[in-house]
């Protein structure tokens, strides 16, 4: 009978499916109305009531219609060992048998003794970078509490009570998730105290589907089990709706065990949309952080880092503070580009055995330079710079003096309210002492005839203008 309702089991979720969950349950005992089986672990005792309870009940009926009742429980290592057979079941302590443990029957050995090549090893861990540590993560406003989140999941010890979890961490492109992340997990497995795994999303798709061709699903799963830090980034990629379940479960499965998770991703849980309710609440549950962009400040830190780190190997190779600064107050925000930047100023400074200066600098990066945000120029602060460069005062260009040296700073300063600000004519008239709108027309039509032919006039015009924009 047993045998029956496995083949239909088999058939009703598939072979696959049937390999990965059901391949080692077994029959414990019937009695009339319930009948008990057993898995070997936890996990996948919460799995299969979670998901397939209703078929296995089912199948069960097909083959004995009074059955209603399946109850669920993990068998011990022994127990395992010693399958029990349909015939003579003794009966079972359920008790003893549910306390029996947290930990998976089946672990992956190599995973505690060898900390490092935990990412390399058959749970198919992503790459770490070396140089990715807390050692060369420099913090600034914009990710002080991020670090010290991570710094606080990375420093724990195995049994230590779990504060944040999951620790979910979001950001734009390049401003430091990966290289948290990653430090993270070399903190974690510096010591062979603790097994961190680090994984991209992706990685844990492709494992997963991988897993579950060549029918090694459980293991992997176990071998997931077995982690006391489960490190994901870029969730975002997360995508399917058998590998999001999976992830789901996992999640929920180590959270439970007291086990800490730790996700980054490109946007907040309530904006990853493909994901499944369960997951983002769960994923909203623990700690959300955000990391900001990277200020001017933090910019300059990680620029200095990545250049200290470039001269242990080019002791030769310096970069000037002059330089640092121009680089930290034009590049973008994002930290892929600083990098860049420093690995540029290094090949060009060996490939042609010069000293970095600023004219090489300024050259070497102009595509990485961020684009001026176009800035919000105030009427006072047009009035305030034109009064400067034509030596008047600011009183002057309001009152209602007509003397030549007064009326064309006027009119200038009216032309910049009106090309370089949104205000209307009679707007930026109100602001001029309460002139009328067609004398403020009037100076904009003067100076825009004037600039077209006067190349010293147009000169004066946009350097009033570059110095309005770097103000
Ligand atoms: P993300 O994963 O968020 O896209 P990364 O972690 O890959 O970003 O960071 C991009 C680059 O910027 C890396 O070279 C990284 O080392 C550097 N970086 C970003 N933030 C920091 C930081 N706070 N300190 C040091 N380096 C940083
Ligand atoms: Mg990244």
């Not at 969730?235 to 590998?243: I, M, N, P, R």
């Not at 400067?388 to 040296?405: E, I, P, W």
Request: proline share 4%; charged share 25%.
């Amino acid at each position: 009978r047993w045998s029956r309702v496995k083949g239909r089991l088999r058939t009703s979720v598939g072979e696959d499916v049937y390999t990965s969950w059901f391949a080692r349950m077994d029959l414990e005992s019937v009695h009339d109305e319930s009948v008990h089986l057993s898995v070997p672990t936890r996990f996948l005792k919460s799995w299969i009531q979670a998901h397939y309870a209703e078929r296995v009940l089912s199948c069960w009926q097909a083959e004995m219609p009074q059955v209603h009742r399946i109850d669920l429980s993990v068998r011990t290592a022994m127990r395992h060992a010693a399958p029990a057979k349909e015939a003579s079941v003794p009966q079972i302590d359920t008790r003893r048998i549910e306390r029996t443990d947290s930990r998976p029957a089946v672990e992956l050995r190599s995973v505690a003794t060898a900390p490092v090549s935990a990412s390399h090893d058959a749970l198919g861990g992503s790459p770490l970078d070396p140089r990715l540590t807390f050692a060369s993560f420099v913090v600034g406003r914009s990710n002080t509490l991020a670090h010290a989140a991570a710094r606080q999941v990375a420093e724990g010890r195995r049994g230590d009570p779990v504060m944040f979890n999951p620790l979910y961490i979001h950001a734009g492109v390049g401003l430091g998730k990966t290289h948290l992340l990653q430090a993270v997990t070399w903190a974690g497995n510096s010591g062979i105290e603790r097994k961190v795994l680090y994984l991209t999303a992706e990685k844990f798709m492709y494992g997963f589907v991988a897993a579950l061709k060549t029918q090694t699903a459980l293991a992997f799963k176990e071998a997931l089990r077995g982690i006391d830090v489960l490190v994901i980034d870029d969730l975002q990629f997360l995508q399917g709706k058998s590998t999001q379940a999976e992830f789901c479960h996992t999640l929920n499965a180590l959270i439970d065990a007291g086990r800490q998770v730790v996700i980054a991703a490109d946007r907040p849980p309530s904006d990853l949309e493909s994901l499944d309710d369960r997951v983002r609440s769960r994923l909203a549950g623990g700690l959300v952080v955000e990391m900001g962009s990277l200020g001017e400040e933090l910019r300059l830190g990680i620029l200095k880092s990545r250049v200290a780190a470039a001269r242990a190997h080019h002791a030769s190779f310096d970069v000037p503070e002059q330089v640092l600064e121009y680089l930290a107050r034009t590049i973008t925000h994002n930290g892929r580009d600083l990098e860049g930047a420093v690995n540029r100023l290094l090949a060009h400074s060996k490939l042609n055995n010069q000293p970095v200066t600023l004219e090489m600098a300024e050259r070497e990066v102009r595509d990485l330079i961020r684009p001026q945000e176009p800035k919000r120029i105030k009427i006072e602060d047009i009035q305030r710079v034109v009064a400067r460069q034509y030596n008047v005062s600011r009183s002057d260009l309001l009152s209602s003096r007509r003397t030549a040296n007064v009326v064309r700073p006027r009119q200038v300063a009216m032309y910049l309210a009106k090309t370089l600000t949104l205000r209307s004519l009679p707007e930026i008239g109100r602001r001029f002492g309460g002139r009328d709108h067609t004398t403020v027309l009037h100076a904009v039509r003067k100076i825009e005839a004037l600039v077209a032919k006067d190349v010293s006039l147009s000169e004066e015009v946009e350097s009033l203008k570059r110095q309005l924009q770097s103000e």
